[in-house]
Structure formats: C-alpha cells, structure tokens
C-alpha cells in the first residue's frame, strides 16, 4: 500500500506532491480513464484536503475544502484514481517551478534544469513517472513552460473551454485548465473527457502558418533543433507557409500582457497580501509589488490592444489556420541560474507565449525536440474552440512519427 501512498517521503523522490495527509477520494471503479493515476496543482479544490496556492498563509486560511471542482470530478467520474495534490509555484504568479515555501520540484527530464511553473509539481509528477497525467493551470505560460522542460505533452485550451470553478484564480480573463501527459494517446484520452467535440472543428487539410517573428525570439541553438521536427510535421500535415504575426511590436504585447495579468492578479491576491503581509518568495514579491502600482490609463490601454490583437490574429487564423511554433525560447535553464538570469528567460518566453493567452487561443505542446540532452518542445495553436481538433492533429503526427 505505502506505495500509493504520496505522503511517504520515500515514494516522492522528486518533491512533487504537497505533503498532506492522505484522504480517500472516490472515483468510479470504470470508465474511459480507468487504469489512469493523476495528480492535481494545488489550486483545484479536492473535497477533504486543504487548498495552499503554494503559499503559507493561503494554505492556514483555506481550511478542508469541502468540494471537488468540477474538472477534478468529471476525471474521478471517467475512472482515474487521484493520488494527491502538486506543489505549484507561489499563487501561481511564476514561471520558474521554484517555491519558496515549498521547494522545488524535480525535472524527470533532465534534475539539473528547472522544471518550469507555476504547475511545476504536476510536470514533474507526470516526467518522474508518479502518475499518468496532472492537471495544471496556464495564465501566462504555467502548463506550456513546464511542458516544454520536462519533456511532456502540455496544453493551455481555449479561454473558457474548460470550468475553473472551486479553483484558485490569478488572472480570470487568461486562467485556463490544462494537463500534462508523458505521450499523445494518454492524451487524447483526456481530452474527450475534458473537451468532448469540437464546436467549431479544425478541417482535414489545416493551413499550416510558420510565424517568422515568433520563431525569430527563439535561441538560435534551439531553431536549429526544432529543424527536422518542423520538416517532419510539414509532411505529416502538409507544406508551412510562412507569416508575420506580431501587432505592433513583441514588446509591446509583452507589456499589455503583463498589465492585464497583473491588474488581475492584484485584484484576486491584493486584498489578502495587504492584510497578512505574507513573506512572498524572490519574484513573486516584486510581480505583486508592480502590479499594485499599475495606473487605469495603463490597464485600459492593454485592454484596448487586446481587442485590437484578438481580430488581428483571428483574421490570420480564420477558421482552417494553424500556427506551427517553438512553445519556449530555449531549453529549460539550470538549477543553477542566476534570479537575474530566469528574470531574463521568463521576459523572452513571455513575449513568446502571450499572443495566445491574449486571444484566448488552444495551444499544444509536443515534446519533439532536444538540445544538450533536455527536451525541446513545439507548439501547434489553433483558432478559438479548435481544442480537440489539435489533439487529433498530434495524434496524426505521433502516428506519423512512431
């Protein structure tokens, strides 16, 4: 039994679980998940255990939930077997998949990189093999970075597709559920459960669009990788034509970005920090510090470039077109990384990653590439509400490759 058993310091050898104190959690005994094990980023409420947000204080207020949200209970009801609740990085506001607090999961792909956030526990369960899937959370990146570290099948969905309901927010208007696998048919089997059908379903024959500018704040190390993966998917799903995507200029969707994000956030978290002034951990202070300080005219003019950025990409993307991209600058950095230094790495792989969380777009991430031994990941992104139509596009491409 203790092998099942998450709060056994022995069996989480990669400190990817909260260490709370085990409850059984019923799912049933068949169904379209049954065989599978998950994990849940501690932001989902579980009925019977308590909901930390990755920090302290959170934790000491939360209480023992007394619900399951939604998407947890429609995975329980397909037949997968809970086996506890993952670290996430602090109020999700991170992209390092280092915790203060709570410490800092291990990269199955590779230790001596860091596993990425803020669903860091969930990447690193599913990398280290403790279960066959978890769920995490994208806001900025949260699902796409880890994914793209650890080596793993990642997914941030269409704005709204999934319910975040009994669920910790950071930014409602970016937050979405997503989850990780270690390969593409595990999957797709959760996406029919979480997704069913397409309302508005990708054709046969997509248009494949290779976004110039975006792979342009790609390490050039990493283009070089993404190569043969990119040649290989343009066989699989017919010849890329190239485009220029950006509106205005990256940095200046990186900065609506943030403002958006960080308004929203301080409205969720401000109350609360001001109240218990809580020790928040190394970027996570000064994310909070700045987002307090964001002026109206600031916040609205990033709305207004956000409906701007929405039609712009929609028209590019129409109802058949899809983007094939790298889902991160690079490779995961070291452990042993300066502050400075994942600073730096987080700005480049945000102005890379916003242009979907701003529209609201699915974006899938597959675990095709690799540098100096870590993984390397690229994306597929889709018109709005195209999510299960992804899925089956790398469901040709595995097809195709294996």
């Known amino acids: 039994q203790t092998m099942n058993h998450h709060t056994d310091a022995l069996w989480d050898t990669a400190h990817a679980f909260m260490p709370y104190p085990k ?53 329980l009801n397909a037949g997968a077997r809970f086996v506890g609740k993952t670290i996430t990085d602090e109020l999700a506001f991170s992209m390092s998949g ?3 607090h709570f410490g800092s ?15 860091s526990g969930s990447a690193s369960a599913v990398s280290n093999r403790m279960c066959d899937f978890a769920l995490g959370s994208d806001t900025g990146g949260s699902v ?10 990642g997914m941030r969905p269409s704005h709204g597709r999934i319910s975040l309901e009994d669920t910790l927010a950071l930014s409602p208007s970016l937050d979405t559920c997503g989850w990780f696998t270690r390969d593409v048919p595990t999957f797709a089997r959760v996406a029919d459960v979480l ?19 975006i792979w342009g704040l790609a390490a050039p190390a990493a283009v070089k990788a993404l ?80 409906q701007r950025w929405r039609a712009h990409i929609g028209r590019i993307l129409g109802t058949d077109g899809v983007l094939l991209m790298p889902t991160m600058p690079d490779v995961a ?55 299960r139509s992804l899925v089956r596009l790398a469901e040709r491409i595995h097809a195709a490759l294996s």
């Open 144 to 153: 796409r970075a880890p994914a793209n570290h650890c080596g793993l099948v």
């Open 195 to 213: 997704f069913g059908e397409d309302a508005q379903a990708l054709p046969d024959n997509v248009r494949l669009l290779v976004p110039n500018d």
């Open 227 to 306: 190569k043969p993966v990119r040649g290989q998917i343009e066989e699989c799903l017919g010849k890329a034509r190239t485009v220029n995507v950006v509106l205005d200029d990256f940095d200046t969707m990186f900065w609506h970005f943030r403002a958006i994000q960080g308004r929203e956030a301080w409205d969720v978290d401000g109350a609360f920090i001001q109240r218990f002034s809580p020790v928040l951990g190394p970027g996570v202070a000064e994310r909070f510090q700045w987002a307090s300080e964001l002026s109206d005219a600031t916040v609205a003019s990033a709305q207004e470039f956000r």
């Open 333 to 387: 950095p070291l452990i042993s990384a300066s502050e400075a230094d994942l600073d730096a790495y987080r700005n480049r792989a945000t102005r890379m990653l916003s242009g979907a969380g701003l529209a609201g777009l699915p974006q899938l991430s597959l675990p095709l590439a690799q540098r100096q031994g870590a993984p390397l990941g690229i994306s597929l992104v889709g018109p709005v509400g195209s999510d």
């Open 23 to 75: 409850v059984p959690v019923t799912n049933a005994p068949t169904g379209p998940l049954a065989g599978l094990s998950f994990g849940v980023k501690d932001l989902y409420h579980v009925q019977g255990y308590p909901t930390s947000g990755g920090q302290p204080f959170m934790l000491a207020l939360s209480g023992i939930q007394q619900r399951t949200a939604p998407v947890v209970q429609s995975l």
């Open 98 to 100: 280092q915790n203060a």
């Open 105 to 119: 999961p291990i990269n199955g792909a590779d230790p001596m990189r860091i596993s990425g956030g803020s669903s």
